[in-house]
């Protein structure tokens, strides 16, 4: 499976983003999918996730209510919409999925199988 995330980009502190990741390769639906983001000097975290089948989703503490995460099987994509960005929301994001994921184990790293390669969201103040 390969995965191509894209929108990132400059945006000032209370605007919005829409990022997608396209995978290929593989049977999307599947995949339950995540989004992870890593700020310079940071760690790697966990931001949203969304299951395979029930379409359940997941989200950090830190972007619930603003962050929200969808897919589209038909198109093999997996979104993440962004709103009411804070300068601590910049960092690369980036998009993963698995298929073997549980509901425990939706925020770890670690147990997805295949990453794409992040991009980049700068938020302004």
């Known amino acids: 499976v390969q995965l191509q995330a894209s929108g990132g980009g400059l945006v000032q502190a209370g605007g919005s983003l829409r990022l997608s990741c396209v995978a290929s390769?593989?049977?999307?639906?599947?995949?339950?999918a995540g989004w992870f983001r890593q700020a310079p000097g940071k760690e790697r975290e966990f931001v949203a996730a969304i299951k395979r089948g029930s379409g359940a989703t997941y989200y950090a503490d830190s972007v619930k209510g603003r962050f929200t995460i969808s897919r589209d099987n038909a198109k093999n994509t997996v979104h993440l919409q962004m709103n009411n960005l804070k300068r601590e929301d910049t960092a690369v994001y980036y998009c993963?999925?698995?298929?073997?994921?549980?509901?425990?184990?939706?925020?770890?790293?670690?147990?997805?199988?295949?990453w794409g390669q992040g991009t980049l969201v700068t938020v302004s103040s």
């Open positions: 993963a999925t698995g298929s073997r994921l549980i509901t425990s184990t939706m925020s770890r790293a670690g147990a997805y199988d295949y």
């Open positions: 390769g593989g049977t999307f639906s599947t995949y339950s």
